[in-house]
């Protein structure tokens, strides 16, 4: 799958976002290193903390498909700027993939790529000693 298709399928999850509140739609899509693909979208809810962004949607189905190695996310908005994950999905991504690629889109179908330790790069990590 290469970056146009993962947009592609970031663009049909956004139009099934429920965005009752803020009327601002997104998807994302999320391929692992095994090929595996999952979709999310946002989900708003009346007490904005319950609200489940789009990317954190998709990073836990691949969660609880046991498909722990991700590759790339991609996300599409209903907006006309390049749609960015928020710093809680940022740190949510640290956790399973520190060198994950994230590729955001605009309103006129451009896209950019990024590496997650650009756009966090003091990540918060537990160390656990084993």
Known sequence: M????LINLAR???NK???????FAVGAALLSKQGGAYTGANVENA???LTLCAERAAIIKAVNA????L??????GSGEGYTYPCGACLQVMAEFAPALKVVVTDGQGNYREHRLQELLPWQFQWNVEE
Do not use: Q, R, V
């Not at 290469?2 to 298709?5: C, N």
């Open 2 to 5: 290469d970056t146009l298709d």
């Open 12 to 14: 049909e999850a956004k």
């Open 17 to 23: 976002a429920y965005c009752p509140y803020s009327h």
């Open 47 to 49: 007490s904005y903390g």
């Open 66 to 69: 046991g498909d722990l190695e």
């Open 71 to 76: 590759d790339t996310i991609c996300l599409s």
